[in-house]
């Protein structure tokens, strides 16, 4: 099955069969053995990005419920093909946050990472990658041009490095890559912490406005909201849509 970037946002969004995703499970425990981890720091970045630069929001992991709003995520169809020079990308226009748990798997595949982004190396061992926003809550820091570290350029397109990791290694993209970039163009509102459509969502080109009253919901939000929250979650969101409800309520399960 053709899966249209779901990983949306996420730069890196190479188009991808979903089979290819469920090769390799890699387990919990073996991603909190932190002896082996590359030598990181945690510095304050380097900060080159817009000063208005909006948070991709961290979804509510610890939340064993998540309220959707089926109609705002109706309203949209996603399609990334990694953005050419030029194009307003979602690597570059969000401060990506990310969680503890995600850090320490993201610093797992750093050296994998790295033989595609270079510019993470620094002498003796890694750049500055993070900066701790809040306990438990890390920001990724971007380059020069704003964009974040962990994007490349691949025949003229921007491609996301740790989206092209998991899926050379085998891994489970929720292992590797963060969960607000997994989720992209959909976040969680300020404030009512319900997941729905960005608000800014059409100002990016893969981004397009379906045909009034369609319920037939993006496959790329329903395999986006499986991987976040868990099997059958983005299937009862399809589910909702073409029942008429505009909103519902997930049990997580991640
Ligand atoms: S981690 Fe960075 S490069 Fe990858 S999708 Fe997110 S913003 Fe883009
Ligand atoms: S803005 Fe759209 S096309 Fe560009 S990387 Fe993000 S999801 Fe892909």
Not at 40 to 61: A, C, D, F, I, V
Not at 92 to 115: D, F, N, Q
Not at 148 to 166: E, K, N, P, Q
Request: aromatic share 6%.
């Amino acid at each position: 099955m053709r899966f249209l970037c779901a990983e949306r946002g996420a730069g890196a969004c190479q188009p991808h069969d979903k089979a290819s995703l469920d090769i390799f499970w890699l387990k919990d425990e073996s991603l909190e053995a932190s002896d082996n981890l590359p030598k990181l720091s945690l510095t304050p970045m380097r900060s080159y990005g817009p000063e208005n630069r909006r948070q991709k929001r961290q979804p509510q992991h610890q939340r064993s419920s998540v309220e959707v709003d089926v109609e705002s995520l109706l309203s949209i169809e996603n399609r990334c093909n990694g953005c050419a020079k030029g194009e307003r990308c979602c690597c570059s226009s969000y401060e990506v946050c990310v969680t503890t748990m995600e850090l320490k798997r993201i610093i797992k595949v750093l050296p994998e990472a790295a033989k595609l982004c270079p510019h993470l190396l620094a002498v003796g061992g890694y750049d500055n990658v993070f900066e701790e926003e809040e306990p438990g809550l890390f920001s990724i820091d971007t380059t020069e041009d704003g964009l974040c570290l962990f994007a490349y350029w691949s025949h003229h397109r921007i491609h996301c490095s740790l989206h092209t990791v998991a899926v050379t290694l085998g891994l489970p993209l929720e292992q590797v890559k963060p969960k607000v970039c997994l989720l992209w163009p959909m976040h969680f509102s300020e404030g009512d912490e319900v997941l729905a459509m960005i608000n800014d969502a059409f100002l990016f080109d893969c981004n397009a406005r379906k045909a009034p009253g369609s319920r037939s919901l993006s496959p790329g939000f329903v395999e986006a909201i499986e991987l976040v929250y868990g099997e059958g979650c983005g299937t009862q969101v399809k589910h909702a849509a073409e029942n008429g409800d505009r909103r519902t309520l997930l049990v997580t399960r991640r």
